[in-house]
């Protein structure tokens, strides 16, 4: 299995510039999940989906952040304007929700993304 | 609510060594517990996990033993590497939900 894949993996832009952020999740796996990591916030969950839907969005840190999931094999995090403060890596995992089984989340490699 | 504590890091040892990084919950019924790692650069990786009380999980080496009556899942290692130098972070989910709460991490560094 290849595993999650995200692209691109690093990304530098000027301040008020839209990024979009890729990732296709493990197939056959039916939850994904968004984060960001940074040294002062530590690892934070943004937004995540089940079977397409988003079920939890409260990590979302403002309006500039929105995040789409059109089929079960693409999401996207979009980032309009994107701002210095925004500078982190974003980390896409996903997983299969099987009821007992504990749910253990699988990583992607990450976008390092760079505002100036 | 439900929340991981870890103790913090970062956690410095030579090659050989005995390691422990504490992990204690709170959690609402019976959650899953687990271990994961993150090498500099890289994205997380599912280290080991355990699903009901004592339950053991391990992995290239390490444990962590399920502990409801101290809600506990520590993390040992008998013989530490240089390469096992990383971030480790502890983590649980709620029965039958999706979400991972995750602690801060604990950095360890092995030197030779």
């Known amino acids: 299995d290849a595993g999650v894949i995200q692209s691109p993996r690093h990304e530098v832009t000027e301040m008020g510039q839209e990024v979009t952020l890729r990732c296709k999740p493990i197939s056959g796996h039916n939850s994904l999940f968004w984060y960001r990591q940074t040294m002062m916030r530590g690892l934070e969950l943004l937004i995540y989906?089940?079977?397409?839907?988003?079920?939890?969005d409260s990590g979302m840190p403002e309006d500039r952040f929105s995040a789409k999931m059109p089929n079960a094999s693409f999401s996207t995090l979009k980032i309009q304007p994107s701002e210095p403060r925004d500078s982190a890596v974003y980390f896409c995992?996903?997983?299969?929700?099987?009821?007992?089984?504990?749910?253990?989340?699988?990583f992607g490699p990450g976008t390092r993304l760079t505002v100036t | 609510g439900n929340s991981v504590t870890q103790m913090e890091g970062p956690v410095t040892l030579s090659e050989e060594a005995f390691l422990t990084i504490n992990c204690t919950y709170t959690?609402?019924?019976?959650?899953?517990l687990f271990w994961y790692v993150q090498y500099p650069g890289e994205g997380l990786q599912l280290l080991l996990k355990?699903?009901?009380?004592?339950d053991k999980g391990s992995n290239k080496g390490f444990e962590a033993t399920y502990r409801k009556e101290t809600t506990s899942f520590h993390l040992e290692k008998g013989s530490v590497q240089v390469s096992d130098s990383a971030v480790y972070f502890c983590?649980?989910?709620?029965?039958?939900?999706?979400?991972?709460?995750f602690g801060t991490g604990t950095r360890l560094q092995v030197f030779p």
């Open positions: 995992a996903s997983s299969l929700a099987v009821r007992d089984r504990g749910y253990e989340q699988y």
């Open positions: 959690a609402t019924g019976y959650p899953s």
């Open positions: 983590a649980l989910s709620r029965y039958n939900t999706d979400k991972l709460i």
């Open positions: 989906f089940n079977n397409n839907v988003p079920i939890d």
């Open positions: 355990a699903t009901k009380a004592d």
